[in-house]
């Protein structure tokens, strides 16, 4: 049986077979936010399971309330099993006028560094990091005949919208998805030449708020002056939100909030992580977060009240002498530490309560709220996939805490009762979620390589 | 030659024909302010100068570099000649799912306390209003053979968005437009049985400010916490720009507002108007406006700043965890007495400027503004006038001011030197620029028998 030489051998030399493979899953438009695409989704589900049959796995596609969900899984009785968690779902490509060619026909790019990329909506988020799992998959499939661990492949479409039906569907199939450790591939790296190891998440939880005034929309030079504008209500509340020091101004938002240890920060401090370097990039210089916290700290251990969307009134081309009836904004709050979404919400709704005029009304909808999670500093598993990510890119991996929230590694906790192990090979320049999203061609590279070495390590 | 009382009778005999040129008029979805419907503009001004040619008139359709104007006349050597001005273009119909009946399928309705309706968009402002004239002119020609003054008509299709064309068409064609007076028919009635005399009307400036923040959409899990919101920053600019009386905060805003005369403010006063009894109709019942204004100040003699719309990020289904790069307010100001529209521009530009941080940009477009108009109470044609509406019902005409603005009016006395009589039969609860607007068949009934008695009168 062939070693672990052939198999990243047989990696480097089916790179451009693995690429073909990607392109055809990036072309599918599965933005599953929008039910407009709910086709797109079951066709991108459906090719996720074709390929995981493809490669011994038995693989079925589940339908639920919203999109699939496929599970695949290899039972050949291997000492050990490791859940692979990742989603086949993308964000929406608005705004579309943005990009530079269509999102869905990706393309071969390079960064201004010379980097060669991958362009598409989901190059990187997730399907590309999805696919560096699968074709290591297929390298070992390829070279050794046998995986060594049994791998059960877990792939959502609704990550992109919250994932509603997940929890539900981790509940009524927990026997089947037990594991003796979760991988998640949806994070990134240290740096283009640095792996990393996410070990901290925040948690999210999503808001909309409608103002209602009026019983129809107004004309505002008749009722201007005297009729309310729930768009100014809105505004108002929105901009009280914050005060002037960038902190959140909900009653109480705060309090589960834990400040990370003393040698985290030291080491935070180190990285000299300024807001010129960190918002340099995207064409900002000055942080809008508290200001007595690192720029780090902003975005990864401390708590975010954010609106996502807004909108009332006329938005059309043109003007329109109108008094809207009601305005709305999406909200979503990141979470860290102890706070508890319950918690939040009740917050938020008696922040707002009192700037309501009693002659209007405000609508409140509530997504499913996911706690903060922390990775085990000690987990073995974890020692383990670090030594094999520095065997590959030469440098020890750093363990890093991620600003992003990633729910389903809460669940696999509390529903499944396994850890998770958060490795992934985006980079901060990957644009994911805006136009133009891209991922490295090395990350897909050595990021397929590095699983081969990941599951070896882990057996 | 027939009389008043036998083209009063033709104007009751022909109110059927009447309604029904009416109802072709209201079918054309003439909706200026979106470039989609620029072809029912045009077939709305080529039906109106069809109408006016079968009356006798000279009518030409102008194009300009929007909608085009049309302008008809009669030219007998009569005494005096009026100029009538009205619009044929309408308030988009957004939101379309509000209206009980399709906005351009005009049809009979009644209102709760059993007055007959005319339901569609435009049925009162304009359309509705601009046919009562033209019908009197019907019944006169109809009866009399020719009209007592010589008529001038001008209706433009940009009166909804600005009238961005029509300045400078009367610059051009002052000559051809100069009259002895002119007439406005896009006002209301005191209530449904007492005509009115709109003697003043506010001015306005349309603005748009969009603040610029990233050079991107960012995921607001990488970079929530640091990287600056763009639709907070607008939020707290709009939720700033009122205090907690209700008062614009703009540098300056208030200072060339004049106190209305003591005999208006007692006549106000005298009114007994409430913010239940004015809000009430509409589903509201607490004033916005100035705590230590009467209502009908806050909605007739005081300045207004309000957002008609407003949007930013992500705005469709589901959620998008998005910090958007962009957000843009609609804005328009109310003004009134002697507040120049330039002077608001600058203090709204320095109230601004000190609200958005560094790296950030607020990009302003303005419209071209126009000042509060007063009719001299002391007009000989408005003391004609009002006694034909005296005659016609029964009861004296109120003069009053009307939150709204009608620019043409003010640009009728700069350029062409000649005073306004506004007088139209419009009603509180028509829903003009909202869904399912109507028209009373009273106020069209008797609004046409009052042109007759009207046209009369000046002559």
Redesign the interface.
Known sequence: MAGLTETLQQVDTGLDASLERLFAFLAIPSI????AYADACKAAAALAAETLTGLGFTATVHPTAGHPVVVARTDTGAARRVLFYGHYDV??V??LE?WETPPFAPRFGATPDGRRTIVARGACDDKGQVFTFLEALRAIKATQGALPVDVTVLLEGEE???SPNLPGFLAAHAEDLKADVALVCDTGMWDPKTPSITTSL?G?L?AELTIE?????????????????P??V?????????DENGRVTLPGFYDDVVEPPAEVRARWEGLGLT?ET??GP?????????GDRL?IE??QS???F???????????????????SR?T??I?F?LVADQDPEKIRLSFEAFVAPRV????KAVFSW?EGARAFLVPADSPDLTRAAAALEAEWGVAPVTIG????IPVVGQFKTRLGVDTLLIGFGL?DD?????NEKYDLTSFHKGTRSWVRILEALA
């Open positions: 599953s936010t929008d039910p964000q929406p608005d705004p943005l992109e919208c919250g925040r999210i999503h005034a009026a019983d129809r929309d107004l004309h505002s030079g008749l009722f201007g002056g005297a009729a309310r504008n768009i100014h809105l505004s108002r509340i929105i901009g009280e939100a914050h807001a960190f918002l995207v064409g900002l210089s000055i942080s809008a977060g508290e720029v902003q975005v401390r708590p975010t954010e609106v996502n969307g807004m909108f009332g009134g006329y938005t059309g081309a043109g003007t329109k002498t109108v008094i809207a305005a904004a999406k979503s990141r005029p009693a002659d209007c997504g991620s600003g992003g929230s901060d644009r994911v979620h805006s136009p």
